[in-house]
């Protein structure tokens, strides 16, 4: 199980799809003491990788004492970052504190394009200077990209680069709307569209040796069975079954692109709020309205809940309108 924590509001870009409008630190954010008891609490509810996002944050200054906690509570310490603050000293230290991964995000190997998307300059260079310094730490790191409808013709592309590069993976997030992806949300890709970008992604995922998987895009799974490729992943969306994120404030949510609200862990334990929280138990009936509902791939796929709530006034177990199959726009 995998639980995301967005540790600060703080961040040193100004990306335009944020989901969470990352800028500034809130004032609300768990203190230390706060950020470990709910570390115990996490390891407590069974959860084996805790991924430390953001914001940025290795901005946040406990950041180093917050990962050695998570480690010697048993759990897996991964972070979702920019990169570009990831000196060869950062790297050093967090490899030796028992962070085991870094997700660095690239939208395009343009480096003009990927600057103008994260809202700095020099950014794409920075965050190339991020990866050679885990690289030199021995700290394992994947690419993570954010598909819009200027880079999705070289998102494949992206692919053989972080091969290249000496990643362990690539994940590909297709954009859902909140945050500031509000602004932006005409450049989301059309249904089929995002089919056909799914077919030459677990195309290419058959080709490469890396891990490659699409996220908020649950159709992958079908996808991958119908054109007969091998998939570890065995289920698409997570939402509330087996993942969950924190806000910096400590309200859980069962996604970070869902603003429906399971809890708060400066009034519940994380670890009964994951137990007993109504909106986690109403997403693991799996009781799916509309197309998704009906299915056949309803086991192995779920919809993008997160979709499902935002195009269907909060219904969390609505139909996700964003997928090919279940609007009967693909040739039988």
């Not at 706060?34 to 959860?47: H, L, N, R």
């Not at 998307?117 to 991020?130: E, Q, V, Y």
């Not at 994120?245 to 994951?274: H, L």
């Amino acid at each position: 199980m995998i639980v995301s924590w967005m540790t600060t509001n703080e961040c040193n870009l100004k990306c335009e799809h944020c989901y969470q409008d990352a800028d500034a630190a809130d004032e609300r954010e768990l203190s230390t003491s706060e950020g470990k008891k709910m570390i115990e609490e996490i390891a407590k509810a069974g959860f084996r990788i805790m991924i430390f996002s953001g914001g940025e944050p290795l901005l946040r200054p406990d950041i180093y004492e917050l990962v050695a906690h998570a480690a010697k509570n048993g759990l897996r310490p991964v972070f979702g970052s920019n990169g570009t603050l990831i000196t060869a000293d950062v790297a050093a230290r967090l490899k030796s504190l028992g962070a085991s991964a870094m997700g660095i995000s690239i939208d395009s190997l343009d480096a003009i394009k990927h600057d103008r998307f994260r809202g700095l300059p020099d950014a794409h260079a920075l965050t190339l200077a991020g990866i050679e310094n885990c690289k030199k730490a021995g700290l394992p790191f994947q690419i993570h990209t954010t598909v819009v409808d200027w880079n999705r013709d070289e998102v494949t592309d992206i692919t053989d680069f972080a091969q290249d590069i000496g990643a362990i993976a690539h994940y590909i997030f297709f954009l859902i709307p909140v945050g500031r992806g509000v602004y932006i949300k005409d450049t989301s890709l059309k249904v089929l569209e995002n089919e056909e970008l799914l077919r030459k992604i677990m195309t290419k995922a058959s080709q490469v040796k890396i891990e490659v998987k699409p996220t908020c895009a649950p159709q992958f799974t079908r996808v991958a069975k119908q054109l007969g490729i091998a998939n570890r992943f065995t289920r698409g969306c997570l939402a509330g079954l087996t993942y969950c994120v924190i806000g910096s404030e400590g309200i859980v949510r069962p996604c970070a692109y869902m603003t429906e609200e399971a809890g708060d862990v400066r009034k519940q334990p994380f670890n009964e709020i994951w137990e007993n929280s109504p909106i986690f138990n109403k997403l693991r009936t799996q009781a799916y309205s509309g197309a998704c509902g009906s299915c056949d791939y309803k086991d192995v796929c779920g919809g993008c809940r997160a979709r499902g709530a935002y195009y269907h006034d909060g219904d969390i177990l609505a139909q996700d309108d964003y997928c090919a199959h279940g609007q009967q726009l693909l040739a039988c």
